[in-house]
C-alpha cells in the first residue's frame, strides 16, 4: 500500500472544533450576561451529577495554553464559538468592552501561532435577556442575531475569514423546544415549528449583515444523520422519509432551495402554521460554504407510539457503538456528503464535527493515554472522507470534535469526545492517542492513513 493512496487535496484544511459554554468556563466574568445554558444548567434536574460550565475547561482564563496544544497537533484552523450574552450582555444594545476583547485576544493568539480562526455566532447560548423576550419564539430575534452578528463582523473580520450563522439549529429545536431535554428546557410541539423558522430567518439576517461588513466567508452548519430502512415495508419507508426530512431537510431546505419538505406539515399535523412567503426569500441567502456535523446513522423502523414521527431507531447487532449510544458507521458519512451534492449542488463543504465519546483511562500512563477506539474511529472516517472526495465531493476541509474533554451539555463531564483528555479537578491537559494519530495525518496531508 503506498502512502500516496490517501493523500488528500493541497489546501484542505485540518483543525479542531469546540464551543463557547462547553469549555469557557468564566460565564458571567467581566461584565458578561448569563445565557440559557447558565440558566439551564443550574436548574435542579436537568444536567447529569448536577455538573455546569461555571469552570469547564477554564478556557477563558487558559486560551493562551490551549492554543499551544492547537499548535503542537499542527492545526491548521480552530472552529470556536462566541458567547452572544459574553459581548451583549442585554443580548441587544450595549456592547461589554471585555467580552468582546476575549475574543479578539483569542483570534490573535490563533494568528500568532499559524492557526486560521472560524468563529461560529450562536452555538446553543442565547442571552436569557432574549429568552426572556421570547427568544427563538419570537420574530424579532432575526434583527437582534444580525445586529449581533454585525458587532461582531466589524471588530473581527479583518482577522477572521471564516464565520458561520448557526451550529445545528435542528439540535436547538428539537431538544430545546419540542423534547425538553437542552436549553431552555421547553416541550411543545407548536413552539418547534416556530422556533426552527426564526433560527432560520436569524441565519438569513446574519449572512446578510455580512455581506454588509464582511469581506471574506459566511456559511451556515447543519448536522445531518443519514436514515436506513430497517425494512422495505412500506411502514419502515414512510418512517424513513419523515425522520430524513425532520432531521436532514427541515434547514437546509428552506437555506439551499427556499422551501420546507412537505412531510414536516405530515409531521407536525395541526402544529405546523402558515409561514409569509417573504421569509423564505430571507432565509435563502447565497452561503459560502455549508459546514456538514456527522457523528453516526439511524437504522428507522415504524413506531406508531414515538413522537412526533412515528419511528425509532434500530439496534444493529454487531456493530460498534460509542458512549452516547450511536453506532460507528463511516459509509454514513460517504452517503451523506453524496446525498447534500445530489440535492443542493456542489457548494464547498466542511466536516465542521465528527468525533467519537469512548470511555478513558482516568489517569495517564508515562504522560500518554490511550484511546484505541476513538482513534479507529478518526482513522475511518478520514479514510471515508478520502473517498468521498474521489468521488466528486467539493470538500474543503475537516474538524475534528473536539479538541479536548469538555461539558457535553446535559450529559455534563461524563462523555468524553476530547483528542486531549481534561483532568477537570486539575484542569491538566494530556494528549491521547487519537490526538497523536491526527497530527502524523495533518502533518502528512493524510498520507498516514495508510500504516496499518
Avoid at 452555538?123 to 420574530?139: E, Q, S, V
Avoid at 439551499?256 to 417573504?278: Q, T
Avoid at 465519546?357 to 489517569?363: L, N, R, S, T
Wanted: charged share 20%; hydrophobic share 40%.
Amino acid at each position: 500500500m503506498t502512502s500516496h493512496r490517501f493523500r488528500f487535496p493541497e489546501g484542505f484544511h485540518w483543525g479542531a472544533a469546540t464551543s463557547a459554554y462547553q469549555i469557557e468556563g468564566s460565564p458571567l466574568a467581566d461584565g458578561a450576561g448569563p445565557s440559557i445554558w447558565q440558566r439551564f444548567a443550574h436548574t435542579p434536574g436537568m444536567m447529569a451529577n448536577g455538573d455546569t460550565g461555571d469552570i469547564a475547561c477554564d478556557h477563558y482564563r487558559r486560551y493562551r495554553d490551549d492554543v499551544q496544544l492547537m499548535r503542537a497537533l499542527g492545526l491548521q484552523g480552530y472552529r470556536f464559538s462566541i458567547n452572544w450574552a459574553r459581548v451583549l450582555p442585554e443580548g441587544t444594545g450595549r456592547v461589554n468592552p471585555k467580552g468582546l476583547d476575549f475574543y479578539s485576544r483569542l483570534v490573535d493568539e490563533l494568528l500568532e501561532n499559524g492557526i486560521v480562526p472560524n468563529a461560529t455566532l450562536f452555538h446553543w447560548d442565547l442571552p436569557t435577556a432574549l429568552d426572556d423576550r421570547g427568544g427563538w419564539l419570537n420574530r424579532d430575534i432575526a434583527h437582534w442575531f444580525a445586529d449581533y452578528a454585525a458587532v461582531m463582523f466589524k471588530a473581527l473580520d479583518d482577522r477572521v475569514p471564516r464565520w458561520t450563522t448557526l451550529n445545528e439549529p435542528w439540535v436547538v429545536t428539537d431538544g430545546g423546544y419540542l423534547h425538553g431535554l437542552l436549553a431552555p428546557g421547553h416541550r411543545n410541539k407548536y413552539e418547534a415549528p416556530i422556533a426552527a423558522h426564526n433560527l432560520m430567518r436569524a441565519s438569513g439576517a446574519g449572512i446578510q449583515a455580512y455581506r454588509a461588513h464582511g469581506n471574506h466567508e459566511v456559511g451556515v452548519v447543519f448536522n445531518i444523520e443519514p436514515k436506513y430502512p430497517h425494512s422495505q415495508s412500506a411502514e419502515d419507508l414512510a418512517a424513513t422519509r419523515r425522520a430524513h426530512a425532520y432531521m436532514n431537510q427541515q434547514f437546509a431546505d428552506p437555506a439551499l432551495l427556499g422551501s420546507y419538505p412537505p412531510e414536516l406539515k405530515e409531521i407536525f399535523g395541526d402544529a405546523w402554521p402558515e409561514f409569509p412567503h417573504d421569509d423564505f426569500k430571507l432565509m435563502q441567502q447565497p452561503v459560502d460554504f455549508v459546514g456538514i456535523n456527522y457523528y453516526t446513522r439511524a437504522v428507522v423502523k415504524h413506531d406508531a407510539e414515538a413522537f412526533p414521527l412515528k419511528a425509532s431507531s434500530v439496534f444493529q447487532p454487531n456493530a460498534t457503538y460509542t458512549e452516547t449510544g450511536w453506532e460507528v458507521f463511516e459509509q454514513g458519512l460517504i452517503d451523506t456528503l453524496t446525498w447534500f451534492k445530489n440535492r443542493y449542488g456542489n457548494v464547498p463543504l466542511y466536516i465542521t464535527e465528527n468525533g467519537s465519546a469512548f470511555y478513558d483511562p482516568p489517569e495517564a500512563e508515562n504522560g500518554e493515554l490511550d484511546d484505541p477506539l476513538r482513534a479507529t474511529y478518526l482513522r475511518k472516517h478520514l479514510v471515508a472522507l478520502h473517498q468521498a472526495i474521489e468521488a466528486g465531493v467539493n470538500l474543503k476541509g475537516y474538524y475534528a470534535w473536539s479538541l479536548m474533554d469538555n461539558l457535553e451539555w446535559s450529559l455534563g463531564f461524563s462523555k468524553r469526545f476530547g483528542l486531549y483528555h481534561v483532568d477537570f479537578a486539575t484542569q491538566k491537559r494530556t494528549a491521547k492517542t487519537s490526538a497523536k494519530l491526527y497530527a502524523t495525518v495533518i502533518e502528512s496531508n493524510g498520507e498516514a492513513l495508510a500504516a496499518d
